[in-house]
């Protein structure tokens, strides 16, 4: 899964130029914006982005952080993200900074939250959730970020190349894991960005067992196979529930890491 973050006027003057790499690649991707305070989201820009096979969701009320602070200021800003949230059709949030809460996050009203990481050591909220598929927030399906930001790629840890994107796509391959990268269309000056993205999206374009899957669309899936369950029929392991046309079952070992 692909996923932007648009944080200020600047990301969204530079959208474009992200957005034609994914196409020229046969990506769709999610764009996640600030309604108020940073830049004036056009309703056509949305209803483009959509119309063209990618989605919309909401990256807080005005990027201050704030929005999950307290219950307080949650319920105050509520009605507003919920606003934005139908305007767009958006059904899924990112909270900027991805600071969260675990308790306030289901009261968003959204099918999808995208907040947490795997590993967390340069966030602003230390503490990854320590998985890399999708979990359940009471009813709120948790998507976690499982590779490594942008920002902190480039220029916190002062890497020049995708190698490390690529790396961790490949050990997720490997174990059925769940690939899901945020960039930041903000960012797009960084001289190393758009030709590491480039080449990364290259390194699994024409990988067709690898499902490469809107937000919403895992959201769902996500859904049908915690509503479903393996049952044993007759001698015979089988899916049961919402999830049992499109899944299948399959036994292999442990894996098991040399010491």
């Known amino acids: ?101 675990a308790k306030l996050m289901p009261l968003l009203g959204f099918d999808y939250d995208s907040s947490y990481t795997d590993t967390a050591p340069f966030e602003p909220q230390a503490g990854g959730c320590c998985t890399w598929l999708p979990y359940m927030l009471e009813n709120l399906v948790e998507l976690p970020i499982t590779l490594t930001q942008d920002h902190t790629l480039f220029d916190l840890l002062g890497h020049r190349d995708e190698t490390v994107w690529v790396e961790k796509a490949r050990f997720l391959r490997q174990r059925g894991g769940m690939a899901l990268l945020l960039t930041h269309s903000d960012y797009v000056g960084n001289p190393y960005l758009l030709d590491s993205y480039r080449r990364l999206l290259g390194e699994f374009a024409d990988d067709s067992t690898a499902w490469k899957a809107l937000p919403r669309e895992v959201s769902e899936w996500w859904r049908r196979r915690a509503g479903s369950s393996l049952e044993e029929i007759d001698g015979e392991w089988v899916v049961v529930g919402p999830a049992k046309r499109d899944a299948r079952v399959e036994f292999s070992s442990p894996h098991v890491v040399p010491v």
């Not at 929005?67 to 606003?83: F, G, M, N, V, Y």
């Open 1 to 101: 899964m692909l996923t932007h973050d648009v944080e200020a006027q600047v990301g969204y003057d530079k959208l474009p130029e992200l957005l034609r790499v994914e196409v020229e690649a046969g990506y769709r991707s999610s764009w996640n914006f600030v309604p108020e305070n940073r830049y004036v989201v056009d309703d056509q820009v949305v209803e483009t982005l959509r119309e063209q096979g990618f989605e919309v969701g909401v990256h807080g009320l005005n990027h201050d952080g704030r929005d999950l602070a307290s219950l307080a200021t949650l319920k105050r800003r509520l009605p507003a993200i919920r606003h934005y949230a139908e305007r767009w059709q958006a059904q899924g949030f990112r909270s900027p900074g991805t600071l969260r809460s």
